[in-house]
């Protein structure tokens, strides 16, 4: 099992007092489902993010240290805001086995105003 090292924080857009925090969207994946469900609902307990949507396992392939691998993984799309985006990927560094997890962050570009309200509120 790989282990994950230091790393620094993702970015994290910036926002003006006049702004409303921008939502975006996490995407991430985990190797197995048992334990990363319990991390799923301590992300959204402690406020780091507004839901958590685990996908059913998929297959994957990709390069790691030189040699094509083949593996099974489980995608997350987390929801949450850029201020939380920190503590979040702190809270998910420190939880996931890999030595580089997945993390691409995704500034929504628009949505419902009540969906976006919600997730705001969320992760106040």
């Known amino acids: 099992m790989r282990t994950i090292q230091e790393s620094p924080a993702p970015h994290n857009a910036e926002t003006g007092p006049d702004q409303p925090d921008p939502v975006v969207i996490v995407l991430t994946t985990w190797p197995d489902d048992t334990r990363a469900a319990g991390v799923a ?32 993984e489980h995608q ?19 939880a996931h086995p890999y030595e580089t997890p997945e993390w691409l962050v995704i500034t929504a570009a628009g949505g419902s105003e009540a969906y976006l309200a919600w997730v705001r509120e969320c992760t106040r």
């Open 41 to 72: 609902r301590q992300l959204v307990e402690a406020r780091h993010a507004a839901c958590v949507t685990r996908l059913p396992p998929h297959a994957v392939v990709y390069r790691w240290q030189g040699e094509v691998e083949e593996a099974e």
């Open 76 to 94: 997350w799309v987390i929801k949450t805001t850029a201020r939380a985006l920190d503590a979040l990927w702190e809270a998910v560094r420190v």
